[in-house]
């Protein structure tokens, strides 16, 4: 695994730039940083004491990935975990938050090792986590890409607009999709024709 810093720069460039898409819960959006992030963090990027989309436009990649390291990876203990988790978590985590942890709480449980999925890397998930990457060392970091992808496709299941992110105009794998895989070895990815049955109820 690269340092913190790289795996933020590899975020960073995975998140891509401005956006500011309707359908997206997390609204006006650069180099993966919400606007709501901007103003949970109280960080006024223009510093008019105003925190508005003229802050998320503004916001440099450097700082992305300050904020990334500090409140994304650092803050949340996630250098608690096995290695092998860190970079998919954190990655999962500036993608979804607190849910990054509790789909692998959720993992852990239904490994054996049960921990509460409340979404904070306490004493208990730390203690799981390590009970299940000594029993599975080598299969531990596709289990939570697996659990991941999974995830995502649920979101799609409930959440209509939310299914153009993991599927593409043409039926193909959309990026959250192709972002979950990323930390999957090759045998575990999904066929082009499994993927597309997994979301042909979604017409």
């Given amino acids: ?8 720069e590899e975020i960073v460039a995975r998140e891509g730039g401005f956006v500011n898409d309707p359908d997206d819960p ?9 606007i709501h ?8 990027v223009t510093r008019d004491s105003r925190i508005n989309v003229a802050d998320v436009r503004a916001l440099t990649r450097a700082q992305a990935v300050d904020i990334y390291v500090e409140h994304y990876f650092t803050r949340p203990g996630l250098a608690a975990l096995p290695e092998v ?6 990655d999962m985590y500036v993608n979804a938050g607190g849910n990054a942890v509790k789909i ?14 409340d979404g904070q890397v306490g004493p208990q998930t730390i203690r799981a ?11 531990l970091a596709d289990a939570y890409g697996i659990a991941r992808r999974n995830y995502y496709y649920a ?14 105009r043409d039926g193909g794998k959309g990026g959250w999709i192709v972002r979950a895989e990323e930390f999957i070895a090759p045998r575990y990815h999904l066929s082009e024709a499994q993927h597309r049955a997994r979301v042909a109820a979604w017409a």
């Fill in 1 to 8: 695994m690269g340092s913190v810093r790289e795996i933020a």
């Fill in 26 to 34: 997390g609204g006006a959006t650069n180099h993966g940083v919400t």
């Fill in 37 to 44: 992030t901007l103003r949970r963090l109280g960080i006024d």
């Fill in 85 to 90: 988790l860190q970079a998919s978590v954190f």
């Fill in 104 to 117: 692998l709480q959720r993992l852990l449980g239904d490994m054996g090792y049960p921990c509460d999925p």
């Fill in 129 to 139: 986590a390590a009970m299940a990457h000594e029993a599975a060392p080598s299969h």
């Fill in 155 to 168: 979101l799609g299941d409930r959440r209509p607009a939310s299914r153009k992110f993991a599927r593409r």
